[in-house]
Every structure is written in structure tokens, then in C-alpha cells.
């Protein structure tokens, strides 16, 4: 139950993030840049984001350092962002299912695909030193 409950929190703290600076890319940086530079801009600062929230949720949640249980964490985050990405492509850009996953085809979202994989991983990929080395 703890993967799941921190899969949830690392949800929300990512996406949240994200939302902000998404907005901020879309209203800010890609006019002037073009679209898949400010994707580029933006997704150095999400995989520090996505870093700092794994390695924070885990270790604050007590979550075991054993595959599945940071597999399972990543997976219920994934799902959760595949979710939400999915209602608001409908809501904000009024993309269908179709053609949400059809933008996934271009520059941008194939950029955006990548980092939501590493998005699902990140919990694997993150070691807490404390738990690594058995230590305090």
C-alpha cells in the first residue's frame, strides 16, 4: 500500500510542477523560441523536479528500495500522468484520444514521451544513500 500511496504524492508534486512550467513554456518561452525549443528549455528543469520529488517521496514515505515496490510507485504515478494529460489534451486543446497520442508523433511529443517514461522509472532510478548503505 505504501508504493501506491507514494506513487500518488509523486504524482501530484511532479505534476503540479509541471503544470507551472508548462504554462509557462506555452505562454512565455515558446512564442518566442518555437515550440519544441521550449520543450527543450523545460525538460532539463522537469527531470530535476521529477529527481528531487522521487528521491523526497521515497524517503519520506519509507518506500522499500526492492524493484516492485519502486516499480509499482512509478507505475501508479504513470498512470495517474497518462490520465491527466489525457483529460486536459481534451479540455485545454481539445485533442481527442486519437489525436492526443497521434502528437506523441511529433518533435515535442516525442520529447514529452520521454520524459514521462523517466518520469515512471525515476523512482527505480533514485538510490536514498541512507537505505543504499544501511545506514542512518
Known amino acids: 500500500m505504501r508504493p501506491v500511496l507514494a506513487g500518488i504524492v509523486y504524482f501530484v ?15 512565455i518561452i515558446a512564442p518566442v523560441v518555437g515550440r519544441v525549443a521550449a520543450v527543450l528549455v523545460e525538460a532539463p528543469l522537469m527531470l530535476v523536479v521529477m529527481t528531487l520529488a522521487a528521491k523526497a517521496v521515497c524517503r519520506r514515505m519509507s518506500v522499500p528500495p526492492d524493484i516492485s515496490s519502486r516499480a509499482l ?44 517514461l523517466l518520469f515512471a522509472a525515476m523512482p527505480m532510478l533514485v538510490r536514498d544513500k541512507a537505505v543504499a548503505t544501511g545506514r542512518p
Open 13 to 27: 508534486l511532479v505534476y503540479l510542477a509541471g503544470f507551472v512550467l508548462g504554462a509557462s513554456r506555452e505562454a
Open 73 to 116: 510507485m512509478g507505475a501508479v504515478a504513470f498512470g495517474m500522468l497518462t490520465l491527466a494529460e489525457a483529460v486536459f489534451a481534451k479540455i485545454l486543446r481539445g485533442l481527442d484520444l486519437g489525436q492526443w497520442l497521434a502528437s506523441f508523433g511529433t518533435a515535442e511529443g516525442f520529447i514529452s514521451l520521454l520524459l514521462f
